[in-house]
């Protein structure tokens, strides 16, 4: 059974940083594209960073750029997704993402809160 188990979400100031965490299990994680998304409220979901299965390449949303940073450990399953200078639209439920690269399959997590307000 695959579960993707996201955490580190949670209350900050703008300006602060929040380190979120995907912990990943039943399934090849080498094998594996990792994205986050976001979604706030009475919004569409929209992604945030991603990151091939090999970790060697990345791409993030235009909103994020230079503040976020995503990475992958193979070693212990997990995606992390750095997030600094935080400001008050960055607020939503972040969710992990895994995609199978040889079969299309893709999974979800149940996502974290991110609130950034003073």
């Known amino acids: 059974q695959v579960q993707l188990v996201e955490s580190g979400g949670g209350l900050v100031q703008p300006g602060g940083s929040l380190r979120l965490s995907c912990a990943a299990s039943?399934?090849?994680?080498?094998?594996?594209?990792m994205t986050w998304y976001r979604q706030a409220p009475g919004q569409e979901r929209e992604l945030v960073a991603t990151?091939?299965?090999?970790?060697?390449?990345?791409n993030y949303g235009d909103t994020v750029k230079d503040r976020f940073t995503i990475s992958k450990n193979d070693g212990n399953n997990t995606v992390i997704l750095q997030m600094n200078n935080l400001k008050p639209e960055d607020t939503a439920v972040y969710y992990c993402?895994?995609?199978?690269?040889?079969?299309?399959?893709?999974?979800w997590g149940q996502g974290t809160q991110v609130t950034v307000a003073s």
């Open positions: 039943g399934l090849i994680f080498s094998y594996c594209a």
């Open positions: 993402h895994a995609r199978i690269i040889l079969c299309g399959r893709a999974y």
């Open positions: 990151i091939t299965n090999t970790g060697r390449s990345t």
